[in-house]
């Protein structure tokens, strides 16, 4: 295992593709930098990642191996385990690990990513990643042309299902405990999507598919999907001791650390956010673009501040 040295120019807290992206423009700009990862990342249910360029289908282990190579490649390091708190400011950050151990950085960026909660509804969670999915672009053509029941769950649950309708004419929507408005009820109705009215009692499943969903008052639904919009949290209470705490998002889709758009960079001096620690409707592409330009932001920042200490230095 990768000891923690006592100090590095980047801590970077998170596995993922955000943040092992921007390990890599960090290491390849010469800055000492370790990742810090706690071994969850968010699409381990899946089979495979899809719509990344040039590597559609690779499984999501793979890819993050791949990357956690590239990093070593260039005297990054990849460092297993939790973040417990980070501490201090800008220049002498301290990050404390669940384990106890330590360490010290200039610049943190956060790639944490997000934890899906999942209505508590029983058979969702034992589907989740494979019958039961939330991204018509990450795993709609692996539903296509089945029976799909989309969960209404709250504002974006009519986009969702107009999604998924352009790949299966079979689509139903259960409203649950979500209201639908007349002008979403409207558009569904038009397009031919069916509205199921009634509390969700269970994913019903046999032989590790998914069969139908059964409604409180017994009915059963036959369907051989389900797609269903999480509520996403940002992995992100290590930040409390520097003042950043996640905020809801302005979609409604769950809580994120606000960042700049280009950049990364927080409200906190010194402390950057990529992935879906802060976009949460990011892909792995779009992520791994996000960490990349975080990290070349990151190194651009403390040249321009060791350049403005060594004029100071000079007078």
Same mark, same amino acid.
């Given at each position: @295992?990768?000891?923690?040295?006592?100090?590095?120019?980047?801590?970077?807290? +998170?596995?993922? #593709?955000?943040?092992?992206?921007?390990?890599? @423009?960090?290491?390849?700009?010469?800055?000492? /930098?370790?990742?810090?990862?706690?071994?969850?990342?968010?699409?381990?249910?899946?089979?495979?990642?899809? +719509?990344?360029?040039?590597?559609?289908?690779?499984?999501?282990?793979?890819?993050?191996?791949?990357?956690?190579?590239?990093?070593?490649?260039? +005297?990054?390091?990849?460092?297993?385990?939790?973040?417990? #708190?980070? #501490?201090?400011?800008?220049?002498?950050?301290? /990050?404390?690990?669940?384990?106890?151990?330590?360490?010290?950085?200039?610049?943190?960026? /956060?790639?944490?990513?997000?934890?899906?909660?999942?209505?508590?509804?029983?058979?969702?969670?034992?589907?989740?990643?494979?019958?039961?999915?939330?991204?018509?672009?990450?795993?709609?053509?692996? /539903?296509?042309?089945?029976?799909?029941?989309?969960?209404?769950?709250?504002?974006?649950?009519?986009?969702?299902?107009?999604?998924?309708?352009?790949?299966?004419?079979?689509?139903?929507?259960?409203?649950?405990?979500?209201?639908?408005?007349?002008?979403?009820?409207?558009?569904?109705?038009?397009?031919?999507?069916?509205?199921?009215?009634?509390?969700?009692?269970?994913?019903?499943?046999?032989?590790?598919?998914?069969?139908?969903?059964?409604?409180?008052?017994?009915?059963?639904?036959?369907?051989?999907?389900?797609?269903?919009?999480?509520?996403?949290?940002?992995?992100?209470?290590?930040?409390?001791?520097?003042?950043?705490?996640?905020?809801?998002? !302005?979609?409604? @889709?769950?809580?994120?650390?606000?960042?700049?758009?280009?950049?990364?960079?927080?409200?906190? !001096?010194?402390?950057?956010?990529?992935?879906?620690?802060?976009?949460?409707?990011?892909?792995?592409? !779009?992520?791994?673009?996000?960490?990349?330009?975080?990290?070349? @932001?990151?190194?651009?920042?403390?040249?321009?501040?060791?350049?403005?200490?060594?004029?100071?230095?000079?007078?």
């Amino acid at each position: @295992m990768t000891e923690l040295q006592d100090s590095y120019d980047v801590i970077v807290i +998170g596995g993922g #593709a955000a943040g092992l992206n921007g390990a890599l @423009m960090l290491a390849r700009s010469r800055r000492s /930098v370790a990742v810090i990862d706690a071994g969850r990342p968010r699409n381990a249910p899946a089979e495979a990642v899809h +719509g990344l360029f040039a590597r559609e289908g690779t499984p999501p282990a793979e890819l993050i191996a791949r990357g956690q190579e590239e990093v070593r490649s260039y +005297g990054g390091e990849v460092i297993a385990g939790e973040v417990a #708190a980070v #501490a201090g400011s800008v220049d002498d950050f301290e /990050v404390r690990l669940a384990d106890g151990r330590t360490s010290r950085a200039r610049r943190i960026l /956060v790639t944490a990513g997000v934890v899906d909660v999942l209505p508590a509804v029983p058979g969702l969670a034992e589907q989740w990643g494979r019958g039961v999915v939330h991204c018509p672009y990450c795993h709609g053509w692996e /539903v296509r042309d089945r029976a799909i029941g989309v969960l209404a769950t709250g504002p974006m649950t009519a986009h969702q299902a107009l999604l998924f309708h352009q790949l299966s004419d079979d689509v139903v929507v259960f409203s649950h405990d979500a209201a639908l408005g007349e002008e979403e009820r409207e558009k569904l109705a038009a397009v031919g999507i069916r509205v199921v009215a009634g509390q969700v009692a269970a994913v019903e499943q046999a032989a590790g598919l998914i069969t139908g969903v059964r409604l409180a008052d017994g009915t059963l639904v036959p369907r051989e999907a389900i797609a269903v919009a999480t509520r996403m949290v940002a992995r992100a209470g290590f930040l409390a001791g520097l003042g950043l705490t996640p905020v809801e998002h !302005p979609s409604g @889709m769950g809580v994120h650390i606000p960042a700049e758009a280009m950049t990364g960079r927080t409200d906190v !001096p010194g402390v950057w956010a990529a992935g879906n620690v802060t976009d949460m409707a990011a892909q792995v592409g !779009p992520a791994a673009a996000a960490g990349g330009q975080a990290g070349a @932001m990151i190194n651009a920042d403390m040249v321009m501040a060791d350049a403005a200490r060594a004029v100071a230095g000079r007078n």
